[in-house]
């Protein structure tokens, strides 16, 4: 059985298995019609007006408060690709797209509009939330020892909104989610012209991010996960989220925050209530399981601190791949540091 498969067989594998939901199958595909009126109902909201929209700006999903981490001592982040060519630069210069937080039209719209705004917030909290992060690495005691860790409830509430917000802005931005997002159009619509297809994405953003900050408060469980000798990659984040999430429960996700510090956000089916955050220092195996999915499910390139990466077969084909359900090393990992445990109760898997 193939460890690796590619997204979009795994988007076909879904959709058949979901052959008794084709009312909601449609409403999603008409969510991403242009000209819709389910298209027209977002863009016109009153919201995306907060900003004026910039033509060909370049925005980032690789925020610059996140990327500036992976500086190395002569401030630049390094890039690798599937060839293993290397090329270095300043970090405001990786992780963006021109229009890709945009809703464009061909002619000139009332309806133009932008999404950019949405993510100031997250991104202008992102380099306090790594400081509060890197504040628990105290906690850790000694290797393979989990400290749990019971911190007020008042600022344990705050921060880990924060990180949630932050976690979410940085899924739907990611290129995976994007990706599968125009997979899932062009299958059924055929190849979509560049312009159309970042108007859609941008709408169905729009769409869903403010639904998912609503909806992620107080969910889940978190895992720090701390690194001192080995550093960790960055191009993507392990996560279930799609283009059709709305709530959170059943939420798994892996994503570096720095070179040596990675969140894991899971929320299991049941659970006991505390605690909501541990720490634990990661060794070389649980370093290799993160950055080996980074590879995984990424595509084209890498961005790396200082310890230049291995690179994997799945990487050097250069497609976005995602791990079979039965053989995936990250759900395993995830599952062993915030266990579910109505496996234990109801005898499930």
């Not at 021109?98 to 999404?115: A, K, R, V």
Request: glycine share 4%.
């Amino acid at each position: 059985m193939k460890a690796c498969i590619k997204q979009k067989e795994l988007r076909c594998q879904v959709n058949e298995a979901d052959g008794n939901k084709p009312r909601r199958l449609f409403a999603e595909v008409s969510a991403h019609m242009p000209y819709s009126r389910c298209e027209f109902s977002m863009i016109k909201e009153a919201a995306l007006k907060k900003r004026k929209v910039i033509k060909g700006e370049k925005h980032h999903w690789w925020p610059e408060g996140l990327s500036k981490y992976w500086e190395n001592e002569r401030g630049l982040v390094q890039r690798i690709d599937i060839k293993g060519e290397v090329i270095p630069s300043t970090p405001e210069r990786f992780g963006r797209i021109s229009d890709g937080h945009n809703i464009l039209f061909e002619n000139e719209s009332p309806w133009q509009s932008t999404i950019e705004h949405y993510f100031e917030v997250p991104d202008g909290n992102m380099p306090k939330i790594v400081d509060w992060l890197a504040s628990l690495k105290r906690e850790v005691k000694t290797d393979k020892t989990t400290k749990f860790l019971y911190l007020s409830q008042e600022r344990e509430d705050k921060n880990l909104d924060e990180l949630r917000e932050c976690i979410i802005s940085l899924a739907v931005r990611s290129p995976k989610y994007r990706n599968a997002q125009n997979s899932f159009v062009e299958s059924l619509r055929g190849k979509l012209e560049k312009v159309e297809s970042k108007r859609l994405i941008a709408a169905n953003i729009h769409q869903r991010y403010k639904t998912l900050v609503q909806n992620s408060k107080g969910i889940g469980k978190f895992a720090i996960l701390f690194s001192e000798e080995f550093e960790l990659f960055w191009r993507w984040l392990y996560s279930n989220i799609n283009a059709a999430t709305e709530h959170l429960f059943g939420v798994k996700i892996v994503i570096p925050m720095t070179p040596h510090i990675a969140v894991v956000w899971s929320s299991p089916r049941m659970s006991y209530p505390c605690p909501r955050l541990i720490s634990i220092k990661a060794d070389k195996e649980i370093v290799e399981i993160v950055n080996n999915s980074v590879q995984v499910y990424s595509k084209e390139y890498l961005f790396f601190r200082t310890q230049k990466p291995s690179l994997i077969e799945d990487f050097k084909l250069g497609e976005h791949r995602v791990y079979d359900y039965q053989t995936d090393p990250v759900y395993t990992l995830i599952d062993s540091l915030i266990p579910d445990e109505s496996r234990k109760r109801f005898g499930l898997f």
